[in-house]
């Protein structure tokens, strides 16, 4: 594949999203497209495809495939072109393969859209069947996907990606929202695909640690332009663009002790409010006049690429290290304070499915089985474990979306009501939860203004300008202008969308915030942001809270404690230094283990010995 001044552009607005995109891709190799939400990543990996969303438009450029110019053909030799030639995976398959056919039939219909020789389906389908590491099992070609989990409907996702034969697999945020197992079974996936088949990626993404273990190269992007292009071992060991080494900050690491993260100041500049120069200037710590008033221009050295004015004077000063933590300090009166929320004994269940007895043969599935643990004030206690553990399901539990079946739910040492309907106004104000998917959590026909609003209208007594006024701070807050509140969920990325839930929540000024993965569709920068801000709350107004997450990375950066899940059961619970330093159980070992990391080869390994302290119960 091969891009050459790839522009993007909203005609109605008469700004570019995305503009001067250029690289070169070799069959068999990777390139990595990373950058923050609103960044132009999607839409860069939409137009390799030659499409483009409503309102905007394929302005200029080439984007070839073995020398045949996609940009240049007709509707109907684009709809031939896609899937065989160049072919797209999702980032969320359940929203994108069909709920009414089964899954085999949907890798059968691309068979029958794209390869007219049908002697040759059944070998394709098997090989794309076998390269995704799914099971030759006929029950499960004829799965819906609803009846798969979240990385059998990825690894279908995949499967239909392959089946053609196609040279270039372009793949956005595949592994977003997926456990660590999960993930690692899928880029093991992925990484086997590029030595069995020659198949070129492109793979766009927020996780870091996935792009420095997958790909070859990595194009940084900011303001819908890539700011730094180098091969990926140049690129983290020596970033030279300010926005890079922000980015590189902003992550935190699992197997370095002691670190926190370090968000970005400001948030990503929008299209049509860019500055005349250099679009990250106003959050860059060397900016000069010069790059207020003039874009950077691209400066190449042997395979790298880079835009700033700054790039000799950078690289005499090196990246940040370790970040010292920040300095909030803990109310030891409202430490000492009996728990804010206990467990004791919580057990939740599903219906089972219908036995060959009929009805009155349907066993109950216990998804919690059993659980107890304490959240004091001011802390962070962290779920972890691969999907389907029951984390979800305890956090329905907590929040009353979900009656336990027995066990008691203690909030500042009194018993809850099972569902939230029957809990008081106070109750429900001051227990609030950020659900892993905005897209439904958030009403599409409500503005994020509104959205905002509404718990101030319900809990509080403020006047429409004192609402007003609160929307524009919480907006602030969590790194989002004050005009997004104009606007629609649709017009949002996803992570912007996970930030307007995040602030929602806030708004009711909360005591326990039950936060379900709020951090998975958030890129590094924003991920930093949030958690700086969570971490601000828990210290400055005591919020407990309770984050359940499967990235383990993130657990160690805010978490005080942290309990691991299996099967609906706790099987380790350990203050954060302890269960990383010495785990006890062999499942939290793996998990450790299956995390992707930076891995610049002077970190400790994922199980280190047992720190020079006496381990207490937590």
């Known amino acids: 594949m091969k891009v050459d001044d790839l522009r993007v552009d909203v005609p109605a607005a008469g700004v570019d999203i995305v503009a001067e995109v250029s690289f070169a891709l070799r069959a068999g190799t990777a390139l990595g497209i990373v950058g923050e939400s609103g960044s132009g990543k999607t839409t860069v990996a939409m137009a390799l495809l030659g499409f483009a969303r409503d309102g905007t438009e394929i302005v200029k450029g080439r984007v070839e495939v073995?020398?045949?110019?996609?940009?240049?053909?007709?509707?109907?030799?684009?709809?031939?072109?896609?899937?065989?030639?160049?072919?797209?995976?999702?980032?969320?398959?359940?929203?994108?393969?069909?709920?009414?056919?089964?899954?085999?039939?949907?890798?059968?219909?691309?068979?029958?859209?794209?390869?007219?020789?049908?002697?040759?389906?059944?070998?394709?389908?098997?090989?794309?069947?076998?390269?995704?590491?799914?099971?030759?099992?006929?029950?499960?070609?004829?799965?819906?996907?609803?009846?798969?989990?979240?990385?059998?409907?990825?690894?279908?996702?995949?499967?239909?990606?392959?089946?053609?034969?196609?040279?270039?697999?372009?793949?956005?945020?595949?592994?977003?929202?997926?456990?660590?197992?999960?993930?690692?079974?899928?880029?093991?996936?992925?990484?086997?695909?590029?030595?069995?088949?020659?198949?070129?990626?492109?793979?766009?993404?927020?996780?870091?640690?996935?792009?420095?273990?997958?790909?070859?190269?990595?194009?940084?992007?900011?303001?819908?332009r890539i700011v730094e292009y180098a091969p990926v071992d140049a690129l983290f060991r020596e970033p030279r663009h300010p926005y890079t080494r922000r980015l590189l900050e902003a992550i935190p690491r699992v197997h370095r002790p002691t670190r926190t993260v370090r968000g970005i100041p400001g948030h990503a500049v929008e299209p049509w409010n860019r500055p005349h120069g250099c679009p990250f200037a106003p959050r860059c710590d060397y900016r000069s006049l010069q790059c207020e008033r003039e874009m950077p221009p691209v400066t190449a050295e042997s395979s790298r690429l880079a835009r700033c004015w700054h790039l000799e004077e950078l690289e005499q000063r090196p990246p940040a290290s370790a970040v010292p933590a920040a300095g909030f300090e803990v109310d030891e009166e409202l430490a000492a304070e009996r728990p804010l929320l206990k467990l004791d004994g919580l057990v939740a269940t599903y219906?089972?499915?219908?036995?060959?007895?009929?009805?009155?043969?349907?066993?109950?599935?216990?998804?919690?089985?059993?659980?107890?643990?304490?959240?004091?004030?001011?802390?962070?206690?962290?779920?972890?474990?691969?999907s389907g553990s029951g984390k979800s399901t305890l956090a329905r539990c907590l929040i009353g979306l979900h009656a336990p079946s027995a066990g008691e739910i203690l909030f500042e040492g009194v018993p809850l009501a099972g569902l939230a309907r029957r809990r008081d106004a106070q109750t429900r104000r001051r227990i609030q939860i950020v659900f892993q998917d905005p897209d439904s959590s958030l009403n599409p026909t409500m503005t994020v203004g509104d959205a905002i609003r509404r718990p101030l209208a319900h809990f509080f007594d403020l006047s429409s300008r004192e609402q007003a006024v609160r929307v524009g701070e919480l907006l602030e807050r969590v790194r989002l202008p004050t005009s997004m509140g104009r606007r629609l969920p649709r017009d949002l990325s996803g992570g912007e969308k996970q930030r307007v839930a995040i602030a929602r929540a806030l708004a009711a000024n909360p005591d326990l915030l039950v936060c379900d993965e709020v951090t998975s569709a958030l890129d590094v920068a924003v991920q930093a942001s949030i958690l700086e801000l969570l971490s601000e709350l828990r210290f400055s107004q005591g919020l407990t809270l309770v984050f359940i997450t499967h990235d383990l990375a993130v657990v160690r950066t805010m978490a005080d404690v942290v309990v691991v899940m299996s099967q609906g059961q706790v099987r380790e619970l350990e203050p954060t230094p302890f269960l990383f330093a010495s785990p006890r159980d062999e499942y939290t070992r793996k998990l450790l283990a299956a995390t992707p990391d930076l891995h610049d080869g002077d970190y400790p390994d994922p199980v280190l010995p047992a720190p020079d302290l006496e381990r207490t119960a937590p």
């Open 66 to 224: 073995d020398g045949q110019d996609l940009l240049a053909l007709s509707s109907e030799e684009l709809r031939t072109a896609r899937g065989r030639i160049v072919s797209y995976v999702p980032q969320n398959p359940a929203r994108s393969l069909s709920p009414a056919m089964p899954v085999g039939s949907q890798l059968t219909e691309m068979l029958r859209a794209h390869v007219p020789d049908g002697s040759r389906h059944a070998r394709l389908f098997e090989e794309a069947w076998a390269a995704a590491q799914l099971p030759p099992d006929k029950a499960m070609m004829r799965s819906y996907p609803h009846q798969l989990s979240g990385g059998q409907q990825q690894r279908v996702a995949i499967a239909m990606a392959l089946v053609c034969e196609p040279k270039v697999v372009v793949m956005d945020e595949p592994t977003t929202g997926l456990d660590v197992l999960t993930q690692e079974r899928l880029l093991e996936v992925v990484g086997g695909l590029r030595q069995a088949r020659e198949v070129s990626l492109v793979y766009v993404s927020h996780d870091l640690g996935v792009v420095r273990n997958l790909v070859d190269h990595v194009a940084v992007m900011y303001a819908g």
């Open 351 to 386: 219906p089972g499915r219908r036995g060959s007895g009929g009805r009155s043969a349907r066993q109950p599935v216990a998804a919690v089985n059993g659980v107890s643990f304490e959240a004091l004030r001011a802390q962070c206690l962290a779920v972890v474990g691969e």
